[in-house]
């Protein structure tokens, strides 16, 4: 009910909200809503595992000091991502004011509710936020006409995919538009931060470009190879794909303000990091 609630208030609120401030709504709600179910699983385990009559209080202190090993548990039954738990000492202490005894059974119908919220109430908000478009009269190139030297938009300039696009190409551009997203990301229920292949191909194809241009942006994108993507790679990809419905020319290796600081030193065995690329292999 509670989370319902809230749906329908964003209902209302993403009619009048900026972009970024629904979408950061949403991500809040879909965290908030991923940590209610881990709680439920948590706090129906800590009370299916109390005895019934004698040694209640030698029990409760044994599963709160082996809390770690309960989330171990959990995550292996419903495969939850890691950073959905709550913070371990916080909640063991937490635990010390309850009667785990007193604790509800687990209500799959309340799991299944809060799943489908997040997989389909959700992606009907994300198609109610209003898209930010700009009059072509008004944007005259570069910082739109602000004086900057260099060009803030990523897709403005001769090479997007330039060493010397963007700002600072320190920076990571893809992660301007994270909050956009990580809200996609999230929709795909990854699992200990990360999802599939076969999911990471779902989002993908949404683009409808070629089999032979996804296939490119795949192996631009699962920096670490590891078949999956994480949240960073997730949002390589997306921001590939973009460029390319542009009109953009994908790269033979991904430049150094593309490459996620999370995996930058990956793709090489130089330090300084300036000129680093990584490549994309074959396309």
Known sequence: PL??????????????LPRSAAVRKINDLIKRARLAKVHAYVISK??????????????????????KKVYDDINRQYQMSRGDFPHLAQFQEQLREYDFSKFSKLNPKLIEAVDIMMSKDIAHLMKMIPTEEASSSEVTGGAFGSGHSQPLDPFSGDDVFSLKAGV????????????D???????????????????AKEAMVKSKLPNSVLKKVWALSDIDKDGQFDLDEFAVAMFLIEAKKEGHDLPDALPFHLIPPSKRGLGGDDDDGGDEEIGGGDS
């Open 181 to 199: 997203y990580q809200l996609e990301f999230n929709l795909f229920d990854p699992k200990n931060g990360k999802i599939s292949g076969l999911k």
């Open 168 to 179: 600072n190409p320190e920076e990571w551009t893809p992660g301007e538009r994270l909050d």
């Open 3 to 16: 989370f319902r609630s809230e749906e329908q208030d964003l209902f209302r609120d993403i009619q009048i």
């Open 46 to 67: 800590l009370k299916s595992e109390m005895p019934s009559f004698f040694g209640k209080q030698s029990k409760k202190e044994a599963l709160i000091k082996d809390l």
